[in-house]
């Protein structure tokens, strides 16, 4: 018998990249860099808590190669000039003393540089633009996430305008990505990926969507590829042989006629390998104006979406691949094991809980806190605000986490929902002596009904019960209207989530019976009042049911 996640956490190799176990951070854009893109406290701390959770490669998103032009944010991760080394030299090194080895992620944002708009500075494409399509995402925002995501536009000095490339522009974005390869190494990286995915400008030239060009850069597959064959040329003549060099390439492109094809897509890889690629980091696209633009493309939410991919590139191109995409330890391990990757990148996963690869080595797999797929974290991203997760509070304030030097408390937390374990969790965890009392049999309070409308919270509720008991919280079912004993420091009180009645309108008490299976609760047709993620969430579970739902 192998041991659990034995693959997962077996060394692993890149071209000349020796990793101490195959998990690897997704290359992860998270705003935490200084608003003039230098690294500082902030997003050192990101990558150190993660490389400290045991991941073999941490891979940092998005640096971009031509800042402040060709990039997203302020804040984005930069490359462009050798005032940046310093702060990344700080976090490589942070992550190196963890055990870790790093990666940048080179990109030039292209069409979706949306400080060049902010700026009023043109954004560079290789053609000009096709009429867009229905843009069914803003249609799906709220006022205030609408107004964040086009904060860029509204700016007192955004304009809109593109670029057509010339071949001027194209020899000094190919100099561009092999001077931030020269930087990146100089900052102690220990390997390149070039970003030839997610629709940033070297994607737009492997896309017939977007490059309609005849003069060299587009063309048929091979000549699209010209653009990243020169980048790849350029950063390995810039590094050498000793560093690893590999792309991150989209194997589709969907909701998009024409659009990249599979094809298309390993004939780029095949060539851009000769030029001097070390592996593949095997992503995706899809139309991000269509509504699940995002989940079809590079940020599945179908399990292990795009691993036939990895596979598919594994096989024809007989170089190490990189797969990753909403992938459970289970999953990676089994990917390994049939041969699909050789190194399993995790995003989500590793937001959700970056000690997720040391909880696994320790034989804690039933510790490791489940990302609950609600997409707080890069929807942050998308309104320009610093990265946080539904299920891990620490998210964005690495830096501020810090031990408690408060003397020991004795408290009670009165409610055992999702508020009321957190709390209870982290005073234990602080060394406070935490009680709490839970009104029913059971604890996770609304989230119990909530797992059963929308099935990705499965798990959830059962980590923080079990979280809060390892960390040495006593549980008391069944209180109800019981005075706290006077001699407790504090009292919290987390008996807040309650279900607004309506007149005539059915309660958890009648929904969750329905909601396990008792058909006699709800009629033919159900209104569902309200817009929220819960009201939509039990209008898509009733109308599974077979109802009639009207929102
Ligand atoms: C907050 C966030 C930021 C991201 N930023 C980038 C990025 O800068 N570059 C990139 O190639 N992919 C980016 N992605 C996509 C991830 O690298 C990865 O493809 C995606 O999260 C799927 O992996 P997972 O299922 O393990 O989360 C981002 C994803 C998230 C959640
Ligand atoms: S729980 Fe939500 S916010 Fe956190 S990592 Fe998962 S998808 Fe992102």
Redesign the pocket.
């Known amino acids: 018998m192998t041991a659990p996640f034995e693959r997962l956490l077996q060394p692993g190799s890149l071209g000349p990249l020796e990793l101490r176990n195959r998990i690897a951070l997704?290359?992860?854009?998270?705003n935490l860099g200084e608003p003039d893109g230098t690294a500082g406290d902030d997003l050192v701390a990101w990558f150190h808590a993660r490389a400290r959770g045991g991941a073999g490669l941490i891979?940092v998103?998005?640096a971009s190669v031509s800042y402040p032009d060709g990039s997203?944010d302020a804040r984005q991760v930069a490359l462009s000039d050798d005032r940046f080394i310093p702060g990344l030299r700080r976090l490589t090194d942070a992550v190196r003393a963890q055990g870790a080895a790093s990666a940048a992620?080179l990109?030039h944002d292209g069409a979706n540089s949306l400080f060049d708009i902010s700026r009023g500075q043109p954004l560079l494409v290789p053609s000009k633009r096709r009429p867009p399509p229905n843009d069914e995402l803003s249609l799906m925002l709220t006022p205030d996430e609408l107004a964040d995501t086009m904060a860029p536009f509204a700016s007192p000095s955004a304009a809109y305008s593109v670029r057509v490339a010339t071949d001027a522009d194209l020899e000094a974005v190919v100099t561009a990505f092999a001077g931030a390869a020269a930087r990146a190494v100089e900052a102690g990286f220990d390997a390149i990926?070039i970003?030839a995915?997610?629709g940033y400008l070297i994607d737009a030239f492997l896309s017939p969507q977007t490059n309609r060009r005849d003069d060299g850069w587009g063309g048929d597959a091979t000549a699209r590829a010209t653009l990243l064959v020169e980048v790849v040329r350029a950063v390995r003549a810039a590094v050498g042989a000793g560093v690893a060099v590999w792309a991150?390439i989209g194997a589709e492109e969907r909701h998009r006629d024409p659009g990249q094809t599979v094809d298309d897509a390993l004939t780029a890889a095949r060539i851009a390998v000769a030029a001097g690629l070390d592996a593949v980091?095997v992503?995706s696209y899809a139309e991000p104006m269509v509504a699940t633009g995002i989940t079809d493309g590079?940020?599945?939410h179908v399990p292990g979406a795009?691993l036939p991919f990895a596979a598919r590139f594994r096989a024809e191109l007989g170089m190490p691949v990189i797969a990753?995409?909403?992938?459970t330890p289970e999953a990676a391990e089994a990917a390994l094991a049939d041969g699909a990757a050789d190194v399993i990148?995790?995003?989500?996963?590793?937001?959700a809980d970056p000690d997720l690869p040391r909880k696994l080595a320790a034989g804690r797999r039933d510790t490791v806190r489940p990302?609950a797929y609600q997409?707080r974290?890069?929807g942050?991203?998308f309104r320009n605000q610093v990265?946080r997760c539904t299920v891990n509070a620490d998210v964005g304030h690495e830096a501020a986490a810090t031990e408690s030097s408060a003397p020991p408390r004795s408290v009670l937390v009165v409610g055992g929902g999702p508020a009321g374990l957190e709390a209870a969790r982290r005073l234990a965890e602080r060394g406070h002596t935490v009680e709490l009392w839970e009104a029913s049999d059971r604890l996770g309070g609304t989230l119990r009904l909530a797992e059963l409308a929308d099935p990705d919270l499965l798990g959830l509720a059962d980590w923080l019960a079990g979280a809060a008991v390892d960390a040495g919280v006593r549980v008391r079912f069944g209180v109800v209207d019981q005075e706290p004993p006077v001699d407790l420091d504090v009292v919290v009180d987390a008996t807040g989530g309650r279900w607004d009645a309506v007149d005539g309108a059915v309660g958890p008490g009648d929904l969750e019976p329905f909601l396990r299976g008792d058909e006699g609760v709800l009629g033919p047709v159900v209104d569902v009042v309200g817009s929220s993620k819960a009201a939509l969430s039990i209008a898509r579970a009733v109308r599974a049911r077979g109802r009639v739902v009207r929102l």
């Open positions: 997704c290359p992860m854009g998270v891979l998103g998005s997203y992620q990109v990926e970003h995915g997610h991150r980091h992503t590079h940020t599945p795009l990753m995409g909403r992938l990148a995790m995003g989500r996963p590793l937001i990302c997409y974290c890069i942050a991203i990265v």
